[in-house]
Nanobody
Framework: QVQLVESGGGLVQPGGSLRLSCAASGSIYSPNLMAWYRQAPGKQREQVAWMSTGGANDVIQSAKGRFSITRDNAKNTVTLQMNSLTPEDTAVYSC?????????WGQGTQVTVFS
């Protein structure tokens, strides 16, 4: 079993920054892929960024140049650095890990960008 615990959400004004962290524990195998998803009210969940154990990664087009994803394979953590936040980034952000064909989710953390 795998547990994912997110931290770092909160309230921020437009243009501000937040750093989300996710720690995975339990039976973690390599290779795996860790990602951040978000779901805004009334919208479908979307993948924001992902990163493999090998370092391959990508960020959703709307966040390129603003968000970056990093991970520490030794600590099984993944971090999403979010800069230049806009109200459109408001959502519940959830950490995700995929390994051996199984997907695991964290409980989610709220990010609210307000003016």
């Amino acid at each position: 079993q795998v547990q994912l615990v997110e931290s770092g959400g909160g309230l921020v004004q437009p243009g501000g920054s937040l750093r989300l962290s996710c720690a995975a524990s339990g039976s973690i195998y390599s290779p795996n892929l860790m990602a951040w998803y978000r779901q805004a009210p009334g919208k479908q969940r979307e993948q924001v960024a992902w990163m493999s154990t090998g370092g391959a990664n990508d960020v959703i087009q709307s966040a390129k140049g603003r968000f970056s994803i990093t991970r520490d394979n030794a600590k099984n953590t993944v971090t999403l650095q979010m800069n230049s936040l806009t109200p459109e980034d408001t959502a519940v952000y959830s950490c995700n890990l995929v390994q051996s064909g199984t997907m695991y989710w964290g409980q989610g953390t709220q990010v609210t960008v307000f003016s």
